[in-house]
């Protein structure tokens, strides 16, 4: 048989890196971090324990990866979302309050996953990691690319939105604040009915707040 060429031992390295961290995910998600062992999630992904720690110097590093590529799936969610949802009349003002609801909802699809990213910040801090999972906008503001900066620019453009604020300032404000809240939601929760109620009550007040900063009166 003849041997692998170079960009094929990357692609099946990349293949299996991207198997361990979608299969640490699911496992940090069940079993909680310090619970879980690397010889399983490796069992999982289909590979040896040393080859998870050829991708992966540290267990650290495997939750830092798996947490951003939450961020990453949650963010892409939004996104294809947004897309089914906006439509071509729609004002810049409109598609911020779609775009807005539409993160909220990741508090009733995403919970028990924004549990674990609380929990990979605390490990990540325990185990001197610099670099920490960071709630941040996928894309800058000037670069108008994520649905929520196209649609400022859009509202800025067509008047329905404020030109008279710092709104890159608040976009990145808006998705600190909402990503905060819906993290502190889920821990918090109690994951029953009622408690469904009162964070989709406490939710909807957040976007209104939101949209009022945004909207040209």
């Known amino acids: 048989m003849a041997d692998?060429?170079?960009a094929q031992k990357r692609s099946r390295r990349e293949t299996n890196r991207e198997?361990?961290?979608a299969q640490a995910l699911e496992c940090f998600v069940e079993q909680g971090i310090e619970a879980a062992k690397i010889s399983e999630i490796a069992q999982r992904a289909g590979v040896t324990e040393r080859s998870v720690y050829r991708y992966f110097a540290t267990k650290a590093?495997?939750?830092l990866e798996t947490a951003l590529l939450f961020w990453s799936e949650a963010m892409g969610q939004v996104d294809a979302q947004a897309q089914?949802?906006?439509t071509r009349g729609m004002c810049g003002a409109e598609r911020i309050s779609k775009i807005l609801r539409g993160y909220a909802q990741l508090y009733f699809t995403r919970r028990q996953m924004l549990v674990f990213v609380h929990e990979a910040e605390a490990y990540l801090n325990r185990c001197g990691k610099a670099l920490l999972v960071e709630n941040?906008?996928?894309a800058a503001f000037e670069d108008c690319i994520g649905p929520l900066s196209a649609a400022i620019h859009k509202g800025m453009e067509d008047g329905s939105v404020r030109?008279?604020?710092d709104v890159a300032s608040l976009y990145y404000n808006?998705?600190?604040?909402?990503?905060?809240l819906i993290q502190k939601l889920a821990i918090g929760g109690r994951n029953d009915a009622s408690d469904d109620e009162s964070a989709r009550v406490?939710?909807?007040q957040f976007c209104e707040m939101m949209e009022s900063f945004y909207r040209k009166q």
Do not use: F, H, W
């Open 84 to 86: 089914r949802e906006l």
């Open 174 to 180: 808006t998705y600190d604040a909402m990503l905060g």
């Open 202 to 204: 406490r939710l909807e």
């Open 136 to 138: 941040k906008p996928p």
């Open 19 to 21: 198997r361990v961290t």
């Open 61 to 63: 590093d495997l939750v």
């Open 163 to 165: 030109t008279d604020i």
């Open 4 to 6: 692998c060429s170079p």
